[in-house]
């Protein structure tokens, strides 16, 4: 199991959010899609991680700052004789790489440049480095690009790059469970550290602007997000998957989103009520709310923080 777990960034679910009840800018939409598919793709190589046997530390999604630049960690290993650095893509389709005198290029055929991950992998060991520096914790950094997805191909690659390709993977994690480590005070120190200095706030997340009056209003399914709900009893039933909610657990995770979506609009039983459509007591709302957060005004400014 993972020393530091994997969650899925406030970024995606806000996007997630805004992707159902709205119509997303197209700009906005492939960037919401990218990270839903990078996502995907960490969460892919974590299922594999999570089966090493070997003594190691797992510390996934880290966001660190040295010297006044953020820079983000995929996946981080650490045993006792070296720390492995991963940068997880979940590229699909055929890719090519190109090797200039004074650039490395990645395209995907036919002809579209994407970012080197390598690029990406190399300024992340440097200021993985320089953190480990400040510290006072010195082991050696082993940085791969792992490609998760195997339906991905890439020509041209030379043998000395740091890739992990989607058939080398298994093999890969074999090998460093293979390895002798024995973890003492100093790494759990290490690992302890690293996720005492984990920025919970991204300074560059991208998000539309968007308002609660131009958002679509009503109850969604939480298995395929359908807005065809209806209430059967003390039960929410979706019409297009059947899936089944309580009641109480589907005006609870409607409160739960405007609050996400509109950190600071006060939560009201009328505000929810509008909010959630399909559940028409007002008074399932207001013992959901009473249970579950802080009242305060009274009459009819009363709202729950």
């Known amino acids: 199991m993972a020393y530091k777990p994997r969650i899925k960034s406030k970024e995606l679910i806000i996007l997630e959010l805004l992707d159902t009840f709205m119509t997303l800018p197209e700009k906005d939409r492939q960037h919401y899609v990218r990270l839903k598919k990078g996502y995907e793709g960490e969460l892919m190589f974590d299922a594999l991680t999570k089966k090493l046997q070997c003594e190691c530390y797992i510390l996934n999604d880290l966001l660190l700052n040295v010297n006044n630049t953020t820079f983000q960690i995929d996946s981080l290993l650490i045993v006792s004789e070296k720390i492995c ?3 997880v893509k979940n590229f699909e389709g055929d890719y090519f790489y190109e090797t200039d005198t004074d650039v490395d290029r990645l395209y995907k055929r036919p002809n579209k440049e994407y970012t080197n991950p390598l690029h990406q992998l190399n300024r992340c060991k440097s200021l993985l480095r320089q953190l480990l520096h400040q510290i006072g914790f010195i082991l050696p950094i082993e940085a791969q690009v792992v490609f998760i997805n195997p339906g991905f191909t890439l020509y041209q690659a030379t043998l000395d790059k740091p890739f992990i390709f989607p058939t080398q993977v298994n093999s890969y994690l074999k090998k460093i469970d293979g390895l002798p480590s024995r973890l003492n005070e100093k790494h759990k120190f290490l690992a302890d550290k690293l996720i005492s200095l ?4 991204n300074p ?3 998000l539309p602007p968007y308002h609660y009056e131009g958002l679509r209003k009503g ?6 997000r359908s807005f065809s709900m209806s209430v ?4 929410c039933v979706c019409g297009d998957c059947g899936h089944e909610e309580l009641a109480t657990t589907a005006v609870l995770r409607s409160v739960n989103e405007l609050k996400l979506l509109f950190p600071k609009m006060r939560i009201t039983t009328n505000l929810v009520y509008e909010w959630c459509r399909v559940v028409k ?8 709310l009473e249970r579950n957060f802080k009242k305060a005004g009274v009459r009819q400014w009363t709202y729950y923080v």
Request: glycine share 8%; charged share 30%.
């Open 85 to 87: 650095l991963f940068e």
């Open 198 to 201: 984990h920025m919970e706030e």
């Open 204 to 206: 560059y997340t991208t």
């Open 219 to 224: 109850l969604t399914c939480v298995g395929c």
């Open 232 to 235: 059967h009893g003390k039960k």
């Open 281 to 288: 007591c007002k008074k399932t709302i207001r013992r959901v």
